[in-house]
């Protein structure tokens, strides 16, 4: 089983920055595909960025391409998602996925598969 831990998240005014992170096993971490996702209340969730651990292989949505930078950090199992000129739009809860399948590896970010390790979450509100 892996296991995925988030922090990073917190309030902000909308035009600031954070960065999350998520540390993952080292089961999990290596050859895996790593993604973040969000879910804003009332919405459905959605693919953020992904990467490919072994490759580095990065895929973003449209809607953070240019704001947000998805990378890794191999001695330290952890994937960091940098987040610039948030948006109160931005503001959910984010979520570090691990598939082996790398369902999500594309532009598309598709949903991850049934077997995929999820984080507990960590949550970002953007105020304008």
């Known amino acids: 089983q892996g296991q995925l831990v988030e922090s990073g998240g917190g309030s902000v005014q909308a035009g600031g920055s954070l960065r999350l992170s998520c540390l993952a096993s080292?089961?999990?971490?290596?050859?895996?595909?790593l993604a973040w996702f969000r879910q804003a209340p009332g919405k459905k969730r959605e693919g953020v960025a992904s990467?490919?651990?072994?490759?580095?292989?990065?895929y973003y949505a449209a809607a953070v391409k240019g704001r947000f930078t998805i990378s890794r950090d191999n001695a330290k199992n952890t994937v960091y998602l940098q987040m610039n000129s948030l948006k109160p739009e931005d503001t959910a809860m984010y979520y570090c996925?691990?598939?082996?399948?790398?369902?999500?590896?594309?532009?598309?970010?598709?949903?991850?598969?049934?077997?995929?390790?999820w984080g507990q979450g960590t949550q970002v509100i953007v105020s304008s």
């Open positions: 996925v691990a598939d082996r399948s790398c369902a999500f590896l594309g532009p598309g970010l598709n949903p991850p598969s049934v077997s995929a390790d």
């Open positions: 080292t089961y999990t971490y290596s050859g895996n595909c």
């Open positions: 990467i490919m651990i072994s490759k580095n292989i990065i």
